[in-house]
């Protein structure tokens, strides 16, 4: 069974620091997506990793595919990156072509004060 | 930017009422999904539906719901007959691609309430 674990489930910051969300799951997978989901609830996709890393404004993510673990990095951190930050992977298990059926972790919940 | 446009944003119903709920994706985008948050809980896949036809579903998509395309823009989940236990936000992705190949782009959400 293919379970995703993020760490840490919480994370409080001071604005500035330098933040590491950590996601670790069990099965080979074909995609890695980094989410960020907004007080009021709506999703926005932040990366699709298949490997490597890539890099977006304060905002960088890395996999590695070999340790089954990813990270997600914020510089600067600044109080409007206050949200959850979800994890979810597509196991390979799933099928080779397209579609949307991902296993999600449970999502650290970060809160950067000013 | 062009987004993902669900309604309503809050749907009220009572157990055993049929609900449609609304999504316009993004104009160019092929694969369209649908997800589950039920409150305090993981994001869980519903539905997959590309080409007109529902190409990967979970458990939890049984008899009682439903995707269409009705026409070039709508996409649409209808539950027939809802549970209280079918209370989630639901949300509406698309992708030019499928998801192990392109980014998800979501809509905001509808938060049913089943009582």
């Known amino acids: 069974k293919n379970e995703v674990e993020q760490s840490p489930q919480n994370l409080t910051a001071q604005e500035g620091e330098f933040i590491t969300i950590n996601c670790s799951y069990s099965v080979g997978i074909s995609a890695l997506h980094w989410l960020q989901q907004h007080p009021g609830g709506g999703i926005v996709s932040l990366f699709m990793?298949?490997?490597g890393k890539k890099k977006h404004g304060r905002l960088i993510a890395t996999i590695n595919i070999q340790e089954k673990h990813s990270s997600l990095h914020i510089t600067a951190s600044h109080p409007r990156d206050s949200a959850v930050y979800i994890c979810?992977?597509?196991?390979?298990?799933?099928?080779?072509?397209?579609?949307?059926?991902?296993?999600f972790g449970q999502g650290t919940i970060l809160t950067v004060h000013p | 930017e062009p987004e993902v446009t669900q309604t309503p944003s809050h749907q009220v119903t009572q157990m055993g009422q049929e609900v449609i709920l609304r999504c316009v994706p993004i104009s160019n985008h092929l694969y369209f999904y649908w997800y589950r948050q039920i409150l305090g809980q993981k994001v869980e896949f519903l539905v997959s539906f590309y080409n007109n036809e529902i190409s990967e579903k979970s458990e939890i998509f049984d008899d009682q719901f439903s995707v269409e395309r009705p026409d070039g823009s709508n996409f649409t989940l209808k539950i027939r007959s809802t549970k209280l236990e079918d209370s989630a936000m639901y949300f509406c992705?698309?992708?030019?691609?499928?998801?192990?190949?392109?980014?998800?782009?979501f809509g905001n959400g509808t938060r049913l309430t089943v009582t």
């Open positions: 979810a992977v597509r196991p390979v298990s799933f099928g080779g072509t397209s579609y949307g059926k991902l296993t």
């Open positions: 992705a698309s992708s030019t691609q499928g998801a192990y190949n392109s980014p998800l782009h």
């Open positions: 990793l298949s490997s």
